[in-house]
T-cell receptor
Framework: AQTVTQSQPEMSVQEAETVTLSCTYDTSENNYYLFWYKQPPSRQMILVIRQEAYKQQNATENRFSVNFQKAAKSFSLKISDSQLGDTAMYFCAFMKGSARQLTFGSGTQLTVLP | NAGVTQTPKFQVLKTGQSMTLQCAQDMNHEYMSWYRQDPGMGLRLIHYSVGAGITDQGEVPNGYNVSRSTTEDFPLRLLSAAPSQTSVYFC?????????????FGPGTRLTVL
């Protein structure tokens, strides 16, 4: 079974600064996908960024980028130029290639301070 | 295109009562799932379905039943509610056949069992 660990329950960052959220995972699979989801106070789950394990290049989506270290089984999320609207719970998630469901970490509550 | 819809948004039950959480999607997705979200634990998979007439158990299936008579609908039934089932419930759907497709989440149902 896969496990996903987010060791930072809470983090804060000043507006316009950069913050990095950590995620590690454990799997014996070679074909898998990794995701970061954002959950604002509205509770809606929003996909932020995704990474295919076979790709060495780190994914980037505007201000969001990942540092994917496959050997270390690490998948951190970097948010640049933090905005107040980035305040949310962030979940790291894993999906093995043959599966249809996600395994989630416990989440990191990020607060962007004005 | 409404995406994934869930009803009700909030519900309070007494121990032993039964109810059905509704989930519907209009994207013709074959894969649908139910997750529960508890504080400090992220989202955990309850049941999932890979198509009409096919369902399977996830990580925490006890106390819940599902059925999938149509592609659009995937209701979750609590036969005899217990306080341990107090949680936020999310339904999600996903299109098959794509390597890197996204799961779409509904807005969630907050259930309290007294």
């Amino acid at each position: 079974a896969q496990t996903v660990t987010q060791s930072q329950p809470e983090m804060s960052v000043q507006e316009a600064e950069t913050v990095t959220l950590s995620c590690t995972y454990d799997t014996s699979e070679n074909n898998y996908y990794l995701f970061w989801y954002k959950q604002p106070p509205s509770r809606q789950m929003i996909l932020v960024i995704r990474q295919e394990a076979y790709k060495q290049q780190n994914a980037t989506e505007n201000r969001f980028s990942v540092n994917f270290q496959k050997a270390a089984k690490s998948f951190s999320l970097k948010i640049s130029d933090s905005q107040l609207g980035d305040t949310a719970m962030y979940f790291c998630a894993f999906m093995k290639g043959s599966a249809r469901q996600l395994t989630f970490g416990s989440g990191t509550q990020l607060t962007v301070l004005p | 295109n409404a995406g994934v819809t869930q009803t009700p948004k909030f519900q309070v039950l007494k121990t032993g009562q039964s109810m059905t959480l509704q989930c519907a999607q209009d994207m013709n997705h074959e894969y649908m799932s139910w997750y529960r979200q508890d504080p400090g634990m992220g989202l955990r998979l309850i049941h999932y379905s890979v198509g009409a007439g096919i369902t399977d158990q996830g990580e925490v299936p006890n106390g819940y039943n599902v059925s999938r008579s149509t592609t659009e609908d995937f209701p979750l039934r609590l036969l005899s509610a217990a306080p341990s089932q107090t949680s936020v419930y999310f339904c999600a759907s996903r299109a098959p056949g794509q390597t890197f497709d996204e799961q779409f989440f509904g807005p969630g149902t907050r259930l309290t069992v007294l």
